[in-house]
């Protein structure tokens, strides 16, 4: 499972098929990624659960597709 520490502010989260679907806002609990309302096609925050996080580089990598992520994103 992917380390949460690992995740820092403002990275870029990339979905499976290669598509920037935010930034990270900050980490929500220990299980949730907030991302920030400016990277958002609705203007809102988003969540994503970690256990969507496939590996983190320089990004955070989801083992989701682009369309997955924003059709199930709370």
């Known amino acids: ?7 820092r502010e403002h ?3 990339i979905s499976s098929d290669k598509k920037t679907v935010g930034k990270v ?5 220990a299980d949730k990624i907030k991302l920030t309302k ?7 925050h988003h ?14 990598h989801l083992n989701k597709s682009g369309s997955d992520v924003t059709s199930q994103w709370q």
């Open 47 to 60: 969540f994503i659960p970690l256990s969507w996080v496939d590996h983190v580089d320089q990004h955070v």
């Open 1 to 7: 499972m992917t380390a949460a520490a690992d995740i």
């Open 25 to 29: 806002d900050h980490m929500e609990g």
């Open 38 to 44: 400016s990277s958002s096609p609705d203007g809102k």
């Open 11 to 13: 990275m870029d989260v």
